[in-house]
């Protein structure tokens, strides 16, 4: 017995519901077909992530070719999709990316160090400019710093920036107000309190007066520069 035809003009597939195929039956009724499968996801996942992956290795080239033109016909409206889909799954891409980024944390630190070291001026000129547009960003930037530091101590974020306002003065008086490696003195030397055990490793010396000297901002990068810790074994500057 021969299958019947789709009664839509011009559509040659066979018949899968009400006289229609499945694409004009999916278009007709989307809102029934999008109910039901959200209902039975659950139940085939796995099947469907499996089939799914399976179409993708099968059409990735064709896939990528379609997306890659749709993109370049309507950026903005491509844009704008990406952040709704961003918004609405947000918590898993970053899981995700996280993930990702662990794995392949050393390469891409290093290949960052190679790139900064390339385009040093450009970088350090779009931080400070950005700086200076969004300084509730820096600021929100510290307080979270200051909210982790602060545990260790038992005390609140505000406290704890106060006592290391303290702390610096403390070593500042000690030190006279220059740099102990090479003396460098004034507003141009641009005095820093540098951390000889980091903070990172033992927050609670933090606060010590014999934990702290006090370099130009030239000496304290070069110092940093030579620390023997690999990117991929510290999550935070340390200062």
Same mark, same amino acid.
């Given at each position: 017995?021969?299958? /019947? %035809?789709?009664?839509?003009?011009?559509?040659?597939?066979? #018949?899968? !519901?009400?006289?229609?195929?499945? =694409?004009?039956?999916?278009?007709?009724?989307?809102?029934?077909? $999008?109910?039901? /499968?959200?209902?039975?996801?659950?139940?085939?996942?796995?099947?469907? %992530?499996? !089939?799914?992956?399976?179409?993708?290795?099968? *059409?990735?080239?064709?896939?990528?070719? #379609?997306?890659?033109?749709?993109?370049?016909?309507?950026?903005?409206? &491509?844009?704008?999709?990406?952040?709704?889909?961003?918004?609405? *799954?947000?918590? +898993?891409?970053?899981?995700?990316?996280?993930?990702?980024?662990?794995?392949? !944390?050393?390469?891409?630190?290093?290949?960052?160090? #190679?790139?900064?070291?390339?385009?040093?001026? =450009? %970088?350090?000129?779009?931080? =400070?400019?950005? *700086?200076?547009?969004?300084?509730? #960003?820096? @600021?929100?930037?510290?307080?979270?710093?200051?909210?982790?530091? /602060?545990?260790?101590?038992?005390?609140?974020?505000?406290?704890?920036?106060?006592?290391?306002?303290?702390?610096?003065?403390?070593?500042?008086?000690?030190? $006279?107000?220059?740099?102990?490696?090479?003396?460098?003195?004034?507003?141009? &030397?641009?005095?820093?309190? +540098? +951390? %000889?055990?980091?903070?990172?490793?033992?927050?609670?010396? &933090?606060?010590?007066?014999?934990?702290?000297?006090?370099?130009?901002?030239?000496?304290?990068?070069?110092? +940093?520069?030579?620390?023997?810790?690999?990117?991929?074994?510290? @999550?935070? $500057?340390? /200062?």
């Amino acid at each position: 017995m021969a299958r /019947s %035809i789709c009664k839509k003009k011009n559509c040659d597939r066979p #018949v899968a !519901r009400f006289g229609l195929c499945g =694409k004009h039956d999916y278009a007709k009724n989307k809102d029934y077909h $999008n109910t039901r /499968s959200k209902a039975n996801y659950p139940k085939y996942k796995k099947k469907a %992530i499996a !089939r799914a992956n399976e179409r993708y290795k099968e *059409n990735r080239e064709d896939i990528l070719k #379609v997306q890659k033109e749709k993109r370049a016909a309507n950026p903005k409206a &491509a844009r704008k999709k990406d952040n709704a889909y961003y918004q609405a *799954n947000k918590v +898993h891409l970053a899981t995700e990316e996280r993930k990702r980024y662990w794995k392949n !944390r050393e390469k891409k630190c290093n290949a960052g160090a #190679v790139y900064y070291q390339k385009n040093k001026k =450009k %970088i350090i000129k779009r931080i =400070k400019k950005y *700086n200076k547009r969004n300084p509730e #960003v820096k @600021r929100r930037a510290w307080e979270k710093r200051y909210a982790k530091e /602060s545990y260790a101590f038992e005390v609140t974020s505000d406290a704890y920036r106060y006592m290391i306002m303290a702390w610096k003065g403390v070593i500042m008086k000690r030190d $006279n107000k220059c740099c102990v490696y090479c003396g460098a003195k004034g507003k141009r &030397a641009k005095l820093e309190c +540098h +951390h %000889i055990i980091y903070k990172k490793t033992q927050i609670k010396l &933090a606060l010590i007066e014999n934990n702290g000297c006090i370099l130009c901002r030239r000496c304290h990068k070069e110092l +940093h520069a030579l620390n023997p810790i690999k990117f991929g074994q510290r @999550r935070n $500057n340390e /200062s």
